[in-house]
C-alpha cells in the first residue's frame, strides 16, 4: 500500500512538473463566446456561433489566427522585440488588406488604463494563473475585463498591448464586458489545448504574405 501512495504522489507530482514548465514555443487552442443582454444582439451573437482561435508561438514572436463568416479570416503577428504588429485581414467587402504598426501604447494611452493585480488565482490546462482586473477606455468605450495569466508561455498576446507592462504574462482565459449601441456585450476566451511544437519562421514574420495590398489611411 505505501509503495501504490508513494508512486500515486510521485505520478501527480511528475504531471504538476510538466505541466508547469515553461513553454518558448508552440500552438495554443481558444475558445471564444460572445453573448449580450439585448436579445436581438444576442441572437445575432448566437448566429455566429463560437469562435476558435489559433497562436503559434517562438520566442518574442506570436501568429494568431480567427475565421469567421461575417469578418472573413484575421491573421496578427507580433514581435515583442522590435513592438510591431502585422494584422492581415481577407473579408468578403474589403479582400486582402494588411496593416503593419508599432503596438507599443503611448503615456496617453496608458492614462486610460486601470489594472489590478486580484487575489484569485485559477488553474487552466495544469497552469497557475493570476487574476487581473483591467478598466479602460476604448474607442470611447468603457471595457472592463477580468484575466488569468501565466508567465509559463512566451506568447504575446494583442489583447494586453494597451496594458504596457501592467500585466504579466499570456492569458489563458479572460472575460471582456463592453456596451455596442446600446447593448452590454461580454466576449469570453479561454486556452482549451496547448501544444509544444516546433514552430517555422516564417509563420511569425513581419512581412505580408503575397496577395495582400497596404490598407491605405493606416
Keep these: 500500500m505505501k509503495k501504490i501512495l508513494l508512486l500515486s504522489l510521485a505520478l501527480i507530482l511528475s504531471v504538476s512538473a510538466t505541466a508547469q514548465e515553461k513553454i518558448n514555443e508552440g500552438i495554443l487552442i481558444a475558445k471564444q463566446t460572445m453573448s449580450s443582454d439585448n436579445e436581438q444582439m444576442n441572437s445575432q451573437l448566437k448566429a455566429m456561433g463560437d469562435t476558435t482561435a489559433k ?36 473579408s468578403p467587402g474589403m479582400g486582402k488588406k494588411y496593416v503593419l504598426q508599432s503596438f507599443e501604447p503611448s503615456e496617453e494611452d496608458l492614462k486610460n488604463v486601470i489594472v489590478t493585480k486580484g487575489t484569485e488565482t485559477k488553474t487552466i490546462l495544469g497552469y497557475l494563473c493570476q487574476q487581473y ?49 446600446g447593448a452590454n456585450i461580454e466576449v469570453t476566451s479561454e486556452i482549451t489545448e496547448i501544444k509544444k511544437e516546433t514552430v517555422s519562421d516564417d509563420k511569425v514574420s513581419l512581412t505580408p504574405s503575397e496577395g495582400y495590398t497596404k490598407m491605405e489611411g493606416m
Design 55 to 90: 497562436t503559434y508561438f517562438k520566442g518574442e514572436k506570436s501568429r494568431s489566427e480567427t475565421s469567421s463568416p461575417m469578418t472573413g479570416d484575421m491573421v496578427i503577428i507580433m514581435d515583442a522585440g522590435e513592438k510591431q504588429m502585422l494584422m492581415m485581414m481577407d
Design 133 to 181: 482586473m483591467i478598466s479602460m477606455k476604448q474607442n470611447g468605450q468603457d471595457v472592463k475585463m477580468e484575466m488569468f495569466t501565466t508567465d509559463k508561455i512566451s506568447a504575446v498576446s494583442q489583447n494586453t498591448t494597451a496594458m504596457g507592462d501592467k500585466v504579466e504574462g499570456f492569458p489563458l482565459y479572460f472575460v471582456m464586458t463592453t456596451n455596442q449601441m
